[in-house]
């Protein structure tokens, strides 16, 4: 037989719960919870959108002409085959300094906006551009490039001999992709 005494007391306890529940500082809780949860996820995507070829391809396929000669690379096959996007060889993996140039980069924003770069202007400004690429990719010992071409992407062994003569070499004498693979996706440019 039920206790009709406890089932109340059990009953306004339920309802003490609820009203405590209902306090709106304590609402702010999981709706905060809720936010953080939505914030990080689009936080996320937009770090993955941002990533994807098309976002480059907005500013620059109008203002220089990079993603055609990108097209035309052994980098970027076909639409459904692509060897390395933009952003795998531009963008860093890891996160600090993915974080540096998502936010230098905004300022690109800004230059889009004012029109700096122009297809007119582009090989005047190139050199500029190029050589903040070479710096970055020496500086990083190429960390791009050696994240795909790694292992079994870069076994000497069945590289033809002038490749493998000149990679076996590449660390005593303290070279870097870069320092030899200039103008793999784009024009290549000679800088004195
Ligand atoms: C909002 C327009 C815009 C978008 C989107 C954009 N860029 Fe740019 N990008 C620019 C502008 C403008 C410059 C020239 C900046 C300058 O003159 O200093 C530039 C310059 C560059 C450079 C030259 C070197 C450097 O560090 O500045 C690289 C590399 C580059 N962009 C790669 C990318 C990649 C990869 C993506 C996609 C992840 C991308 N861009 C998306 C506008 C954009
Ligand atoms: C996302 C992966 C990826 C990245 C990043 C990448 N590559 Fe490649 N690369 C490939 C694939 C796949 C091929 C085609 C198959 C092969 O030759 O290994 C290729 C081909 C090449 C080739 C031979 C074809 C040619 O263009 O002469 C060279 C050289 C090369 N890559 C150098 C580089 C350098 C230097 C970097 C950094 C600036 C780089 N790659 C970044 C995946 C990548
Ligand atoms: C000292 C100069 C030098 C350095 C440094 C160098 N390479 Fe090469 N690499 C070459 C030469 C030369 C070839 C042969 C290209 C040719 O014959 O057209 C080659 C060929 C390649 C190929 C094509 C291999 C094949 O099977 O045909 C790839 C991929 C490649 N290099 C990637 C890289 C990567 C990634 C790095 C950095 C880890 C690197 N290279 C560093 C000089 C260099
Ligand atoms: C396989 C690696 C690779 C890919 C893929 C790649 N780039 Fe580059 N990019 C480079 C390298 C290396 C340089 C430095 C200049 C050079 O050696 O060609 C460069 C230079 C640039 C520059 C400076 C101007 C110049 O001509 O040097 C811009 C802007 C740029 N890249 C944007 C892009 C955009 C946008 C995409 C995609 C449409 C892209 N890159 C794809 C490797 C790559």
Same mark, same amino acid.
């Given at each position: 037989?039920?206790?009709?005494?406890?089932?109340?007391?059990?009953?306004?306890?339920?309802?003490?719960?609820?009203?405590?529940?209902?306090?709106?500082?304590?609402?702010?809780?999981?709706?905060?919870?809720?936010?953080?949860?939505?914030? !990080? +996820?689009?936080?996320?995507?937009?770090?993955?959108?941002?990533?994807?070829?098309?976002? %480059?391809?907005? #500013? /620059?396929?109008?203002?220089?002409?990079?993603?055609?000669?990108?097209?035309?690379?052994?980098?970027?096959?076909?639409?459904?085959?692509?060897?390395?996007?933009?952003?795998?060889?531009?963008?860093?993996?890891?996160?600090?300094?993915?974080?540096?140039?998502?936010?230098?980069?905004?300022?690109?924003?800004?230059?889009?906006?004012?029109?700096?770069?122009?297809?007119?202007?582009?090989?005047?400004?190139?050199?500029? !551009? +190029?050589?903040?690429?070479?710096?970055?990719?020496?500086?990083?010992?190429?960390?791009? %490039?050696?994240? #795909? /071409?790694?292992?079994?992407?870069?076994?000497?062994?069945?590289?033809?001999?002038?490749?493998?003569?000149?990679?076996?070499?590449?660390?005593?004498?303290?070279?870097?992709?870069?320092?030899?693979?200039?103008?793999?996706?784009?024009?290549?440019?000679?800088?004195?």
């Amino acid at each position: 037989m039920d206790d009709p005494t406890s089932s109340a007391s059990a009953l306004s306890r339920r309802e003490r719960l609820w009203r405590w529940l209902k306090k709106p500082w304590l609402l702010s809780i999981p709706i905060g919870i809720y936010l953080l949860v939505i914030g !990080l +996820a689009g936080f996320q995507s937009v770090m993955v959108a941002s990533n994807q070829n098309v976002f %480059c391809f907005s #500013c /620059h396929l109008k203002m220089d002409t990079i993603v055609q000669e990108y097209k035309a690379s052994p980098h970027y096959v076909s639409e459904d085959k692509v060897h390395a996007t933009c952003a795998d060889c531009h963008v860093p993996h890891e996160f600090v300094d993915k974080m540096r140039v998502k936010i230098t980069a905004t300022a690109d924003i800004y230059y889009m906006f004012i029109g700096k770069i122009t297809k007119e202007n582009f090989e005047q400004e190139r050199p500029r !551009l +190029a050589q903040r690429v070479w710096d970055d990719m020496t500086a990083e010992n190429s960390a791009n %490039c050696r994240h #795909c /071409h790694v292992g079994d992407n870069f076994d000497l062994s069945k590289q033809p001999q002038r490749a493998r003569l000149n990679h076996q070499q590449m660390d005593a004498r303290g070279e870097t992709c870069i320092d030899c693979h200039t103008g793999i996706a784009h024009k290549r440019i000679t800088v004195e």
